[in-house]
């Protein structure tokens, strides 16, 4: 079973360039994940989808992030414009009741931003 | 021994010895628990978890231990391996069905053949 993908892994843009990260979740698992992982600290949730809704955004910042997943499989975020302090690495996750709920994570997005 | 380091506490431990990754989790509400393993340039990954309702669960060369009185999670692996190198996080989840892990601190582990 492949597991979760994320691309692209690597990405370095200059200050207030628009960024996107894509996350193909393991196959019928309906819940989605996107965290933030900054240097030496744990990942911190940014948006959770149930199928196509997004149930949990509180930690997402709207003014410059956003994310969609449009058919309930695929998700993309997205920041615009970037800034210096949203270097980090960006993981997407995915779970499904079938598995016990437990979230299975990709090998995320390192973003520097310069 | 243990030693706190400038992001990271680290454990350095030789090969074949036991080693325990300590917690300290901060909502009481909390029912379930996880340790996860996290090698460079890699997303966590799963290892063990286990409910508010028990105090110690085993699997494979891992035991996880849970004190509810104190708030406190405790991972230990036995006869740690090289390959066992990492970054080890706990989380903590209000129930398994929602979802909403919070990460603790990471802590190094450094197994030294």
């Known amino acids: 079973e492949a597991g979760v993908v994320q691309s692209p892994r690597y990405k370095i843009i200059e200050k207030k360039q628009p960024v996107a990260f894509w996350c193909n979740p393991i196959s019928g698992h309906n819940t989605l994940y996107w965290y933030r992982q900054n240097l030496g600290q744990g990942p911190e949730l940014l948006i959770r989808y149930e199928n196509e809704e997004a149930v949990d955004d509180s930690q997402l910042p709207k003014d410059r992030f956003s994310a969609e997943r449009l058919k309930g499989v695929d998700s993309t975020l997205k920041i615009q414009p970037a800034e210096l302090g949203d270097s980090a690495v960006y993981l997407c996750?995915?779970?499904?009741?079938?598995?016990?709920?437990?979230?299975?994570f990709g090998p995320g997005t390192r973003l520097t931003v310069t | 021994g243990e030693s706190v380091g400038l992001h990271l506490p680290t454990l350095s431990v030789q090969e074949g010895d036991n080693s325990i990754i300590n917690c300290a989790y901060s909502n009481s509400a909390s029912d379930y628990f996880i340790w996860y393993k996290q090698e460079s340039g890699k997303g966590p990954q799963f290892i063990i978890d286990i409910r508010s309702n028990m105090d110690k669960r085993q699997g494979q060369r891992v035991t996880v231990l849970l004190n509810k009185t104190v708030k406190h999670l405790s991972l230990q692996i036995a006869a740690t391996q090289p390959g066992d190198s990492a970054v080890y996080f706990c989380a903590e989840n209000p129930s398994r069905r929602y979802s909403t892990l919070t990460f603790g601190k990471g802590t190094m582990l450094l197994v030294s053949p």
């Open positions: 996750a995915s779970s499904s009741r079938d598995y016990n709920y437990e979230q299975y």
